[in-house]
């Protein structure tokens, strides 16, 4: 097949019709390449053979007649049909022209007639290749631009989301900062003018050789108030680690049974001496695999609070057991408890409820019990009211 000619492929029942249109092609310079009796034969010729164009006669034996395999040869194959017809009735034009056809030819059909519809039907053709080659063209640019629209917005989402971020963070490590200062000014107050006057004291006591006990009873006290300025430095050092990132936690196997067999007895002659204290320890717990430090921390914090937060007297209620792979440990006191405000802000650092303000406290105890049980990779809750005490729920994964 010569591809620098239109190569035309003529369904025609009629045998001399059909040589007739083989010659006329010819002579104009077109390139003949089948011919087809039928709509069947045609179509699966059209197939092989892939010619320029079609010349379709509608009145065509087969199982469709003309128009219907023009359809089928363009939708299945994307070449141009031209009918071919003797048929002038209005009613087989309107239907031929619903199929949109490259041409339309009435016969008997002469070389000028054939060279125009041909070229012009064929032209089309290109012309509508080349437009929906475009459209392609531009739908796949469309998508593409789509696509980097959609890229780039997601950069611009995530950049935003992490300045918020960012932003956020820079808000909370300021307020952070500003709590630090407020509460080192406020709580370092009492301890170092505590210091301050026994120091001025000792002194007195001294040059005017007073007993030592006098003397001693006030270097207990700035022992005492030092040990309150560390506790509360270890305190604002803990906060930072976590917020950081800079703690490390290091693993260790402790004996939960052994634990609390002596955390029993620190709290009976230590903290809850005061206090009934009703234990429901559960046997052979055995070992827990976590950071001591942290873990002793959050035991001490939530224990600290229950006697801190009841008044003497009252009963503090422990229990602890091993279920599923974890370590359970919940404490309960009838202590002055805490409200729903309350309880949505307890882990907050720096916070202080409302009802505590004449009890002795930073408010960055129960932050840094929280940021502990979550670098351990555990759980705690709280249930509380005003006046029925506070529970905390604490698990922990044994490994």
């Known amino acids: 097949m010569d591809e620098n000619k239109i190569s035309i492929y003529v369904a025609e029942d009629d045998p001399l019709s059909g040589k007739m249109m083989n010659i006329t092609i010819k002579r104009i310079g077109f390139e003949f390449v089948g011919l087809g009796t039928n709509t069947d034969t045609a179509i699966e010729e059209v197939g092989e053979l892939k010619p320029s164009l079609v010349l379709m006669d509608i009145d065509m034996p087969g199982t469709t007649d003309g128009i219907g395999a023009a359809d089928i040869i363009y939708n299945r194959y994307k070449i141009p049909v031209i009918y071919v017809t003797a048929n002038s009735e209005d009613s087989v034009f309107e239907r031929a022209l619903k199929t949109a056809p490259f041409g339309y030819i009435q016969k008997p059909v002469?070389?000028?007639?054939?060279?125009?519809?041909?070229?012009?039907?064929?032209?089309?053709?290109?012309?509508?290749?080349?437009?929906?080659?475009?459209?392609?063209?531009?739908?796949?640019?469309?998508?593409?631009?789509?696509?980097?629209?959609?890229?780039?917005?997601?950069?611009?989402?995530?950049?935003?989301?992490?300045?918020?971020?960012?932003?956020?963070?820079?808000?909370?490590?300021?307020?952070?900062?500003?709590?630090?200062?407020?509460?080192?000014?406020?709580?370092?107050?009492?301890?170092?003018?505590?210091?301050?006057?026994?120091?001025?004291?000792?002194?007195?006591?001294?040059?005017?050789?007073?007993?030592?006990d006098k003397v001693f009873r006030h270097t207990n006290l700035i022992k005492t108030s030092v040990g309150e300025l560390v506790e509360l430095l270890n305190d604002i050092l803990m906060i930072e680690k976590f917020d950081s990132g800079k703690y490390e936690v290091i693993k260790e196997n402790t004996n939960l049974d052994e634990y609390f067999e002596q955390l029993k007895f620190k709290l009976e002659i230590g903290i809850g001496k005061n206090h009934t204290i009703d234990v429901h320890f559960q046997d052979a717990m055995g070992n827990i695999s976590c950071d001591k430090k942290l873990f002793s921390q959050i035991l001490n914090n939530i224990l600290s609070n229950a006697f801190k937060y009841s008044e003497k007297g009252k009963t503090v209620h422990i229990d602890t057991k091993v279920h599923d792979e974890k370590f359970h440990f919940s404490v309960t006191d009838e202590g002055i408890g805490m409200s729903e405000e309350t309880l949505s802000m307890i882990f907050d650092s720096f916070y202080r409820a409302k009802n505590v303000t004449n009890i002795e406290g930073t408010g960055m105890g129960l932050s840094i019990l929280k940021k502990s049980v979550d670098m351990l990779q555990g759980e705690i809750k709280v249930t509380s009211k005003p006046g029925e005490g506070s529970t905390f729920f604490v698990v922990l994964p044994l490994e």
């Open 110 to 212: 002469t070389r000028d007639t054939l060279r125009t519809v041909v070229q012009m039907g064929y032209t089309r053709h290109l012309l509508d290749m080349e437009l929906k080659e475009k459209q392609e063209e531009l739908a796949s640019l469309n998508n593409a631009l789509e696509i980097k629209v959609m890229e780039r917005t997601r950069e611009i989402e995530e950049k935003n989301k992490k300045l918020e971020i960012a932003l956020l963070r820079e808000k909370e490590l300021n307020e952070f900062q500003s709590r630090i200062v407020t509460t080192i000014s406020h709580e370092f107050r009492t301890p170092m003018t505590t210091i301050l006057s026994s120091t001025e004291i000792m002194e007195n006591l001294i040059n005017n050789d007073k007993p030592k």
